[in-house]
């Protein structure tokens, strides 16, 4: 388990955050990738996830488990993840489980790495790219917005489906092509 402190920034220019990211020590540490995910849903209304995604990344796949926790300024959810040799063979064990599928996306993620700070470029379809930074405590999140002198009105605390949401498209039906379920 992990524990992942986030935030969001709008209204990006990608090149000037990749050119800021390599001058303060930033690594590339994934290209431009393609990621598939499936969120499940299960029939129990109550549960204690917050979060169930199956999430294709180039050739890994990777289902997880988030569990949200409270903040006002800031997304802290407890990460459960775990690497399974086959998307198609994890979509028809939790689907034999019971489990339905309720939304289906895709992005374009970048990731880049400063020390323990991760930083993500998504592009979703028909959106504007945006940027994630996750790390393991605030501080680092607000050094990081420091160092590449990010705007408090580009700053979000919120979701892929919020943001999503806010743009008018539908977050559980969102690819670059038709994708079978």
Same mark, same amino acid.
């Given at each position: 388990m992990k524990r992942e402190i986030e935030i969001k920034i709008l209204d990006i220019d990608v090149k000037r955050v990749r050119r800021d990211l390599r001058k303060i020590g930033g690594k590339l540490i994934m290209k431009p990738t393609l990621m598939h995910e499936l969120y499940f $849903?299960? *029939? +129990?209304? $109550? @549960? *204690? =996830?917050s979060s169930l @995604?199956? @999430?294709k990344e180039g050739k890994k796949t990777f289902l997880t488990i988030k569990v949200k926790? $409270?903040? /006002?300024?800031f997304e802290i959810r407890d990460e459960y993840e775990i690497q399974v040799s086959s998307f198609e063979q994890a /979509?028809? %064990?939790l689907e034999f489980m019971g489990f339905k599928i309720f939304r289906n996306r895709e992005k374009i993620r970048e990731e880049y790495k400063l020390k323990d700070t991760k930083i993500e470029l998504d592009? =979703?379809?028909n959106m504007n790219p945006y940027m994630e930074i996750e790390a393991s405590s605030k501080k680092?999140? &607000?050094t990081l917005l420091k160092s590449l002198n990010i705007k &408090?009105? +580009? %700053? %979000? /605390?919120g979701t892929a489906t919020e943001i999503i949401k806010s743009e008018g498209l539908d977050p559980n039906n969102l690819t670059f092509k038709k994708t079978a379920l």
């Amino acid at each position: 388990m992990k524990r992942e402190i986030e935030i969001k920034i709008l209204d990006i220019d990608v090149k000037r955050v990749r050119r800021d990211l390599r001058k303060i020590g930033g690594k590339l540490i994934m290209k431009p990738t393609l990621m598939h995910e499936l969120y499940f $849903e299960s *029939a +129990q209304k $109550e @549960r *204690a =996830y917050s979060s169930l @995604r199956l @999430r294709k990344e180039g050739k890994k796949t990777f289902l997880t488990i988030k569990v949200k926790k $409270e903040d /006002k300024n800031f997304e802290i959810r407890d990460e459960y993840e775990i690497q399974v040799s086959s998307f198609e063979q994890a /979509k028809k %064990i939790l689907e034999f489980m019971g489990f339905k599928i309720f939304r289906n996306r895709e992005k374009i993620r970048e990731e880049y790495k400063l020390k323990d700070t991760k930083i993500e470029l998504d592009t =979703y379809p028909n959106m504007n790219p945006y940027m994630e930074i996750e790390a393991s405590s605030k501080k680092d999140v &607000n050094t990081l917005l420091k160092s590449l002198n990010i705007k &408090n009105s +580009q %700053i %979000i /605390k919120g979701t892929a489906t919020e943001i999503i949401k806010s743009e008018g498209l539908d977050p559980n039906n969102l690819t670059f092509k038709k994708t079978a379920l």
